[in-house]
């Protein structure tokens, strides 16, 4: 894939940027955390046929700048929005995986004007915030994911390929080297804090009003009770779908690539 590569600044944060370009609509690409903006590989190889495709690195990651004593989650609703306005996109799709969709909620709740609709991989509902009696097995499995991620971190480039086809034997090569890639380049001050989106997904289904497409998988974050009440909660005219694929955990496109990419592209054919 070719792509143009930039800088813009936020609030004096600079948030760097790949783009497809081409005089095509536009879609933005928000990655998960510990990701960066090129981890969205074949996703965006295929959609800049027909989008101009832009992936940010969020705040924290990749080529962009580090995170500051004051940085919370809320600093990349902002710089997602920012961006959109800065490159003079025009009602942009904005899909997002795990901590990127839960910046696309946020980006569809604060700016309602903004996207022209959203799509989500597996964002993290009904894991923040923690219910009470939740809120210890949540930490717990925080310390895992940031120790596995530290420790992966830290090994050479060759050893993290080496562990992440050990660890995802499915996934195919170029999705292994972009994601060990990104491991050398995010912030170890990301797991500071617990949590990516502040706000319940009873509230977050309750203020979207652009369309939305929810795609969750098997051993994913999101359950089909949990993506059933959204559907139940949602109170926008403009429609919402959810889909579920089997045998694909939370990085649904690297793992059930064929079957998120049907679900992606019917959706866009019928938003169209």
Known sequence: MEYQEGN???????IHYYRSGGEKPPMVLLHGATD????WGRTAQELAEGYDVIMPDAQGHGLSDRLGPDFSFENHTKQAAGLVKELGL??????GHSMGAGTTCN???????????????????????PKPENAEEA????????????????LPLEDIKARCRKDNPTWPEEEII????????????LF?????????????VARIQCPTLLIIAEKGIVSRETAENAARLWKSKAPFMWVYIEGAGHSIRREQYEAFKKALYDWLDMLN
């Open 8 to 14: 813009i600044l936020i609030d004096g944060i600079k």
């Open 90 to 95: 025009r009602e942009p799709i904005i899909m």
């Open 178 to 189: 972009t994601w060990a890639n990104s491991r050398k380049l995010w912030d170890k001050a």
């Open 139 to 154: 930490r717990k499995n925080h310390e895992k994911i940031r120790a596995y991620q530290t420790e992966v971190a830290g």
């Open 107 to 129: 980006v569809a709740m604060e700016y309602p004007d903004l996207p022209k609709a959203i799509i989500l991989e597996d964002p993290a509902w009904g894991m923040f915030p």
């Open 192 to 204: 500071d804090g617990i949590g990516i989106n502040t706000r319940p997904y009873e509230e977050i």
């Open 36 to 39: 960066d903006g090129l981890c």
